[in-house]
């Protein structure tokens, strides 16, 4: 041979399968014409593969001298659908391969193809007038097979079927269709399968109007079949390239129906010789692949509404669900993706054309009108994005456990060791989520730095129990400016989660900390906090319930126990100074659902506005 086989092997199948084998000898095979193919396999016993014996044959042609003359010559081919290089791929498996063949009544031309191989052959007489070759596969070269399928009839069968299925079809529309029979023996005991007019699908067709180039055209091959076994499906999508299948996911079996076998065909004469030589991958530009499989999408969804028209309802709630947990990309979704690509990658889509509009809007230097109406909306947008954040951080505090809420709770409003600063709110828009106790607490931007939170914790709980567990801190502090400034005023929001369980005689204790920690923070920032709001998480009971009322503390609206009250706090004996002390009692479910309708209701809002445009 014209090239060195041994690296030409490495070289252009570095990855390949077993079936390839025959997929390879098939389509040499039905080159010289053959109608009839056979494949035996045998092993003494299971998994013997160190001795096993593969034996392809046809009635094809056969060698003549020239499809010899081209056999001795990789990538000698007469068309750009062939590639003068399968062949290689059964040197990937075994050692050798002998092939006899019957080219003319009376002459069989017998040689060896292995690593050495350089043309070499030799002609012999024979009593067989028919014409046909047999490939015999000496010395399997791998420990095993990658899949013990690659031997089984049933398997073998599948497989071909698949990958020819064009072939297959249009033989069967002549009148001369193509059979195989499929032989595995092991130990003596044979298993057989075959490939004959009944197993060839009929497909129906369909000329479509799109096209990805000036002239060709482009059919749709399609059929459908019920299977017996309601519970199992099985979906095909393939282009058919240079007379073979090659598969490319276009729909999502898991949004087909069960019971039913569909095989969609794509073929189009653009696709000849998009592909490269092993026949593994498809050479076709990005920008024309993609053209194709949004042709072939949109036929395949044509079909299916025709045939399954509860798929179309089913993919119009699908529809309805992702523009409801999607607000902010309505309009951006591809209505014939959704129920055929993965919600997945109709997710990813979406998101592309929103960013992309986005990032038109942001690099312009001048807004038409056209832009500046389209900024108005995709500032709507983003604000349902945060909106939708907020929904899932609430679905969180929903599932905290009851063991687990003041770790969680308290990382969840102020990671810990997070600093938030004032300048910086678009940064830390995501991570500071004060908002759940209430929209006007959005505008707070400092949160202290672990050192400076530690100091201020020793000074509010000077005299107190403290919790020893110093990985799980119970308050969180939110300014709305820089405390430490000199001359600045500031407000302050303060977050303490009672712990769990402590009954109402240690919750009634709350009270009396909270002018005290009053006191000592203003104090302790020289007098410069003209606010605070002070937020308890405890449990509730009557008993407790009683006790707030008794103490001046109002019931609120709301969805589970809240109280307030707001009163004056004097840091001296002569009233000279103080601070205006809100405070507002509440137990978990209060905290989590009142924020949960809060932002429901903006939630609807914004989603109503999209539905009307």
């Known amino acids: 041979m014209d090239v060195n ?172 269709p193509i059979n195989v029979n499929i032989t595995l023996e092991v130990g003596g005991v044979p298993v057989s399968d075959t490939i004959d007019r009944e197993s060839i699908p009929s497909f129906q067709s369909k000329e479509l109007e799109d096209k990805v180039d000036l002239i060709n055209s482009i059919t749709l091959y399609y059929y459908i079949k019920e299977l017996e076994e309601k519970t199992d499906r099985r979906v095909i999508t393939a282009l058919a ?30 696709f000849q010789g998009e592909i490269d030589e092993s026949r593994q991958s498809l050479k076709m530009e990005d920008v024309k692949l993609n053209c194709v499989k949004t042709v072939f999408r949109d036929a395949i969804s044509d079909v299916i509404n025709e045939q399954f028209p509860r798929i179309a309802e089913n993919n ?14 309505s309009g951006y979704f591809e209505e014939k993706e959704i129920g055929y690509s993965t919600q997945a990658d109709v997710l990813k889509k979406a998101q592309d054309k929103y960013f992309k509009a986005q990032k038109e809007i942001l690099e312009a230097t001048e807004l038409t009108e056209e832009q500046y109406e389209k900024s108005i909306v995709l500032s709507a947008r983003a604000l349902v994005e945060y909106i939708l954040f907020r929904q899932n951080v609430i679905k969180k505090m929903q599932s905290f456990s ?4 003041e770790a969680e709770l308290h990382n969840l409003l102020a990671p810990k060791g997070s600093e938030f600063l004032e300048g910086e709110i678009m940064k830390d828009l995501y991570k500071n989520n004060v908002w759940v106790l209430d929209e006007k607490f959005m505008n707070y931007c400092t949160v202290l730095s672990e050192a400076e939170m530690k100091k201020v914790i020793d000074v509010l709980t000077t005299g107190e129990v403290k919790d020893t567990d110093v990985d799980r801190p119970d308050i969180v502090l939110f ?72 103490n001046g503390f109002k ?42 309708t809060r932002n429901e209701t903006f939630l609807k809002i914004l989603q109503s506005n999209f539905k009307n445009k």
């Open 5 to 176: 086989v041994k690296r030409a092997v490495k070289m252009f199948f570095s990855k390949s399968s077993f079936e390839m084998i025959y997929f390879e000898a098939f389509a040499n095979a039905l080159d010289a014409g053959a109608t009839e193919f056979n494949i035996s396999v045998a092993m003494s016993k299971e998994s013997d593969w160190q001795n096993m014996t593969l034996q392809l044959s046809d009635n094809g042609k056969g060698f003549t001298d020239e499809r010899f003359g081209k056999f001795k010559k990789l990538l000698d081919v007469d068309e750009k659908t062939h590639k003068g290089l399968g062949r290689l791929v059964y040197l990937c498996y075994f050692d050798k391969v002998c092939v006899e063949s019957v080219y003319e009544a009376g002459k069989v031309r017998k040689f060896e193809f292995n690593d050495e191989f350089s043309g070499e052959n030799k002609i012999d007489g024979t009593d067989q007038q028919s014409t046909g070759t047999t490939l015999y596969f000496h010395g399997f070269n791998g420990e095993r097979l990658g899949k013990t399928d690659y031997v089984k009839p049933s398997y073998i069968k599948q497989v071909l079927l698949e990958k020819f299925y064009m072939k297959f079809y249009k033989a069967k529309q002549s009148g001369l």
């Open 241 to 270: 390239v240079d007379d073979r299948s090659h598969v490319e996911t276009i729909i999502a079996e898991e949004n087909m129906p069960y019971g039913y076998e569909m095989v969609f065909l794509l073929m189009s004469d653009t």
């Open 316 to 329: 119009a709630r699908r529809k309805a669900n992702l523009e409801s947990l999607y607000p902010h990309l």
């Open 402 to 405: 009851h063991d687990e809420v």
């Open 479 to 550: 300014f709305s400016g820089d405390p430490t400034k000199e001359g600045q005023m500031v407000d302050v929001v303060v977050v303490e989660l009672k712990r769990l369980g402590i009954g109402a005689e240690q919750n009634s204790i709350v009270e009396f900390q909270l002018d005290t920690r009053t006191q000592r923070l203003a104090e302790y920032y020289g007098n410069r906090i003209q606010r605070m709001w002070f937020y308890g998480i405890v449990e509730f009971d009557d008993k407790y319930r009683l006790h707030l009322v008794n």
């Open 555 to 596: 019931p609120l609206f709301s969805n589970g126990s809240s109280y307030f009250r707001s009163k004056e706090v004097f840091t001296d004996l002569t009233q000279s100074v103080s601070v205006t002390q809100n405070a507002y009692v509440m137990d978990f479910k209060a905290l989590v659902e009142d924020a949960n």
